[in-house]
């Protein structure tokens, strides 16, 4: 018996804006993880801040590859050696934006550093990660 073809996905702008949702999905849901265990690795376990936030993001960063790789841009089908380096060299690169963002809007600026985080978070989500991730770690 003959398989069946995948059936067609859609394209142009509603493909983008489809791809774009799902990538959100992905963060908010990999930003859950990341602070939750954060949170439960301080709180609870008893570890330092900073240790709880390298098990969280470490965790958060490992949930946003997976959901990329089969959620959102279905991927799995590529090696996944070189989209996990890829991913940690865009993932670097990011840190990096972030980071001058937080700099640049709460201490040149003076805005409270928890809105100049989700105004830098936004801006590097949709500038930085999401056409990297598409264009290049799972393209």
């Not at 490992?62 to 865009?90: D, K, S």
């Not at 978070?121 to 598409?134: A, D, H, I, K, M």
Request: aromatic fraction near 12%.
């Amino acid at each position: 018996m003959r398989q069946q073809p995948p059936p067609p996905r859609p394209s142009g702008p509603l493909r983008t804006i489809k791809l774009l949702g799902k990538h959100q999905f992905a963060s908010i849901v990999a930003t859950a993880i990341d602070y939750s265990l954060m949170i439960v690795m301080v709180s609870v376990v008893g570890l330092t801040a900073v240790e709880g936030t390298v098990i969280g993001a470490a965790c958060g960063a490992t949930a946003n590859f997976t959901l990329g790789r089969y959620f959102t841009f279905r991927a799995a089908h590529r090696r996944p050696e070189g989209q996990a380096f890829r991913y940690i060299l865009v993932s670097a690169a990011s840190l990096g934006w972030n980071a001058l963002g937080e700099h640049l809007l709460a201490v040149v600026l003076g805005l409270h550093y928890v809105i100049a985080r989700l105004i830098t978070g936004t801006l590097v989500s949709f500038l930085w990660n999401y056409p990297l991730q598409r264009y290049f770690v799972f393209k």
